[in-house]
């Protein structure tokens, strides 16, 4: 199993989408991020956390699910950082490989020693960006490949159905 855990504030300072949304509301930054994280995990099959840490949303901590995308507010004294670190610490076993999405150089390096992996922000844009490409073309070839009727007609009756379509005679 692959898991991928996601410093929300990390990545959301470092895509230039989600810092604009930020700079308006930081609710629709976080929103955006866990769609966007939402859609890969769809298309990756790879399980995927994201951590906010409280210093945006006082209060106590909580765990949620949004759109099959775990989703954990830290402690209010507890950071993002933390959090990941024991998270990587529980879930890290030799069936479970655990990439962690963030472009905090102290971070990256204690997550090494646990054994995780890091993607940076831009490897996962980067990532996000072939997949979307991915998606469109495969779209593009079902749509291409798609008979425009269900039923196969020759061209004289698609004609003739089109002029009645049209209230021709």
């Known amino acids: 199993m692959v898991i991928l855990v996601v410093d929300g504030y990390n990545i959301i300072g470092a895509w230039d989408e989600l810092q604009r949304l930020k700079e308006k509301e930081i609710g629709q930054a976080r929103d955006r991020l866990i769609e966007l994280m939402a859609e890969y995990q769809a298309y990756s099959g790879h399980r995927v956390i994201i951590v906010f840490d409280a210093y945006y949303v006082k209060g106590i901590a ?19 950082d933390e959090c990941i670190e ?34 940076s922000a831009r490897e996962l844009l980067i ?4 997949m979307e490409r991915e998606i469109e073309a495969s779209i593009e070839v079902h749509k291409r490949d798609q008979p425009l009727s269900k039923i196969e007609l020759n061209q004289e009756i698609r004609e003739r159905f089109e002029k009645m379509r049209r209230g021709e005679k």
């Open 127 to 130: 990532e996000m960006s072939d």
């Open 86 to 119: 024991k998270l990587v610490k529980k879930i890290k076993n030799i069936k479970t490989q655990v990439y962690v999405a963030t472009s905090d150089y102290a971070e990256q390096r204690t997550i090494f020693g646990q054994g995780a992996l890091r993607k």
């Open 62 to 80: 909580s765990k949620l699910k949004q759109y099959k995308v775990d989703v954990i507010y830290t402690k209010e004294k507890e950071t993002a």
